[in-house]
């Protein structure tokens, strides 16, 4: 059976994978659902997207949350997750100007 290599195995930095995705997973999903909510069919009037959008944020980020105990390191699933906040509420407040 071959082993990975000391520097291919994912690290256990559980602590700030779990900080990562409790935290940043958080907003992410937030950033999501907001996306789907203002600028989804609609619009942020639609009366049957409340409940939909309400729900639809553990999910996301419970997925994310379990995802991110998948990146070697802390480091990198702060990171990664930093930018994919940044581009999530980029997106967001790109599209403001066009509503």
Known sequence: MARLAAHEKIQPHWWVKTFA?????????FALVITFAWYGPGG????VKVQ???WMI???WL???SFTYLFKTGLKAVS?????NILAYGVFF??????
Do not use: E
């Open 21 to 29: 995705g409790l935290i940043l997973g958080l907003t992410l999903s």
């Open 44 to 47: 942020i009037d639609a009366p």
């Open 52 to 54: 939909f959008n309400m």
């Open 58 to 60: 553990s999910p996301i």
């Open 63 to 65: 997925l994310i949350l």
């Open 80 to 84: 990664y997750l930093l930018v994919a």
């Open 94 to 99: 790109l599209l403001g100007g066009r509503a």
